[in-house]
DNA sequence: AATCTTATTGAGCAAATGATCTATAATTCT
DNA sequence: AGAATTATAGATCATTTGCTCAATAAGATT
């Protein structure tokens, strides 16, 4: 017996007519579309197939956005925000755990984010049309993410070297090539990619001897 | 007094009428602008805006390239050609010269070679849109190099622990990161990339137990 | 049930764009 | 110098594409 609810409102209505949404949810659909339509052919798609996709006039995105290009805006911002939780700052540095811990509980998180279909093709889209997004956020990655690494290896670093800051950019690089190579270039990856990022931590941890536990 | 022959000849001259070339050379002249173009623009940049750059009609263009993606198609094989130099599967594995020296000579040449605007741009352009030439160039990168790479510091390994596949392409990634940091995201890198490579793949190296000199 | 509000549609415009075709003039050959 | 060849230009076509606007109907209100 089905006593919690319409059961049936989970369905998909197939419905061929003109469908009436509120408009903040409408908007949300389109930026939803938008970010996956724009992933996978690029921003030079055209509005018609994005509206076809949606299942919807071509004429209506033009009522939710002023233009194409405020279309994209929207996009960039939706995949752009709170990619960067604000409490890593502070749990990298959070000197009561292991340095290596800190580092790989960060990278299996992060690499969960960005390792994603449309984060990877759209920040690479949208880095290769120059988009100011795009810069602030790696600057922003820098200065909160990577700085801090580099002062918690120093910190830690047991060897004679000391890393620099392109050290600490070309670990990063390693790892995120992954996704590069998954989403970008679509060659074969491995599935759970921890065992990469745990081996390539540990070797940069080694080099400046670290202590790993 | 002027005797070695006509330095004029060197002055472009800029006469604006029109200039008949040889076609094998304007077909050139054409791929080459082509190149410089799709690199800044992207491949959906428009074939007259192509056209003014190379101070030529536009319908010039489509008596050398039947449409505008045979052209495309005639930068990616300027741009992939030749790319990977077929000796260095013979120099890197030749024991008779230091790994270390072997790796380090490879990604000194290799990255002067791909960390270049033009190269940069149209293999991550062609990437995202699933250019075959792009897959077939990163099997051919794995297959000739790197799976080599592998198996000379699997022989040169001191340590228990031996590199796998994907550490090798971690290795890569990381030095690739650089151009891709340069090149598409224009961010600040360091002029001389060579000593990010160096000490990258020193401690790789080390993590594998491989004599460093 | 009738009315009102407005989200959505469908037709269509103006500019952009890939591609075509004939006229023109630069270069070569005789 | 004149004729022949053909690389190039200029005009133009057929679609495509971002965008507009008046008409329509879905859902809320009374």
């Not at 700052?89 to 960060?106: I, N, Y």
């Not at 120093?154 to 989403?183: C, K």
Request: glycine share 6%; net charge negative; charged share 25%.
């Amino acid at each position: 017996m089905d006593i919690n609810g319409p059961v049936e409102s989970t369905v998909i209505e197939e419905r061929p007519g003109r469908r009436r949404l509120p408009p903040q949810e409408r908007r949300q659909q389109i930026i939803d579309g938008a970010v996956a339509f724009f992933a996978e052919v690029g921003f030079d798609g055209k509005t018609r197939d994005l509206a076809k996709r949606l299942g919807v006039t071509q004429s209506l995105l033009f009522n939710y956005f002023a233009t194409k290009d405020e279309l994209i805006e929207a996009v960039y911002e939706h995949v752009y925000l709170n990619r960067l939780a604000p409490d890593w700052p502070d749990r990298l540095t959070d000197r009561s755990v292991p340095l290596r811990d800190r580092l790989l509980a960060f990278y299996k998180e992060y690499s969960t984010l960005i390792f994603q279909y449309e984060w990877m093709r759209i920040f690479i889209s949208s880095g290769l049309s120059g988009a100011e997004l795009n810069r602030r956020y790696l600057k922003h990655l820098g200065e909160l993410i990577l700085k801090p690494v580099l002062h918690e290896i120093e910190f830690a670093a047991r060897s004679d070297e000391v890393p620099t800051m392109e050290d600490i950019w070309n670990l990063h690089g390693g790892i995120v090539y992954i996704g590069i190579r998954q989403h970008i270039y679509r060659t074969p990856c491995p599935d759970d990619p921890s065992v990469a990022i745990t081996r390539a931590v540990d070797r940069f941890l080694l080099a400046f001897g670290v202590e790993q536990g």
